[in-house]
Antibody, heavy 120, light 107 residues
Framework: QVQLQESGPGLVKPSETLSLTCTVSGDSITNYYWSWIRQPAGKGPEWIGH???????NYNPSLKSRVTMSVDTSKSQFSLRLSSVTAADTAIYFC??????????????WGPGTLVIVSS | EVVMTQSPATLSVSPGERATLSCRAS??????LAWYQQKPGQAPRLLMY???TRATGIPPRFSGSGSGTQFTLTISSLQSEDFAVYYCHQYNSWPRTFGQGTKVEVK
């Protein structure tokens, strides 16, 4: 069974860049889409974007100008960078795998999540 | 953007009783609808996809129905481990969106 684990700083200063990495184990990173989702305290999840193992991306328009996702298949990792952060970006950040069937794709496995606080 | 609205926000149910959770989409998502269960301090867990297909390991007391804009998750007989927050999620269009959740609590 696939396992995902987020890593990165838990505290980021306002206006700086949030950087997180997700390490995938138990399955190949290739031939899948991978996703980042965040969840502010007490709220529903917010989809940030998808990245394909070969590099294609799809971002949430609300974050698109600040988001960059990348994948390193040699390390079985994919990453998220979110620039110019503010307190509104404080949330638990999850990485996840995307299952696909024909033209449909849904999130099936999630990492445990990592809390990122934006504060000076 | 497709807005997903869940009701009720909180559902108080006794163990062994049936729970019915609703999810409405602001526009049709056809059958591209999933449900997740989230317990405190944990990541969401996939329960259902394609409206009514149970994910691996999900017991048959969970069932999903609906199409287009109206969807229902039913838990036929609540067990102690089912008290949690449930989210619906549409993956029919971009950006992907989630509902705000229904908390199922002990009555």
């Amino acid at each position: 069974q696939v396992q995902l684990q987020e890593s990165g700083p838990g505290l980021v200063k306002p206006s700086e860049t949030l950087s997180l990495t997700c390490t995938v184990s138990g399955d190949s990173i290739t031939n899948y889409y991978w996703s980042w989702i965040r969840q502010p305290a007490g709220k529903g999840p917010e989809w940030i974007g998808h990245i394909y193992s070969r590099g294609g991306t799809n971002y949430n328009p609300s974050l698109k100008s600040r988001v960059t996702m990348s994948v390193d298949t040699s390390k079985s990792q994919f990453s998220l960078r979110l620039s110019s952060v503010t307190a509104a970006d404080t949330a638990i950040y999850f990485c996840a795998r995307v299952a696909t069937l024909y033209s449909s794709s849904w999130i099936d496995y999630w990492g445990p999540g990592t809390l990122v606080i934006v504060s000076s | 953007e497709v807005v997903m609205t869940q009701s009720p926000a909180t559902l108080s149910v006794s163990p062994g009783e049936r729970a019915t959770l609703s999810c409405r989409a602001s526009q049709s998502v056809t059958s591209n609808l999933a449900w997740y269960q989230q317990k405190p301090g944990q990541a969401p867990r996939l329960l259902m996809y394609g409206v009514s297909t149970r994910a691996t390991g999900i017991p048959p007391r969970f069932s999903g129905s609906g199409s287009g804009t109206q969807f229902t998750l039913t838990i036929s007989s609540l067990q102690s481990e089912d008290f949690a927050v449930y989210y619906c999620h549409q993956y029919n269009s971009w950006p992907r969106t989630f509902g705000q959740g229904t908390k199922v609590e002990v009555k």
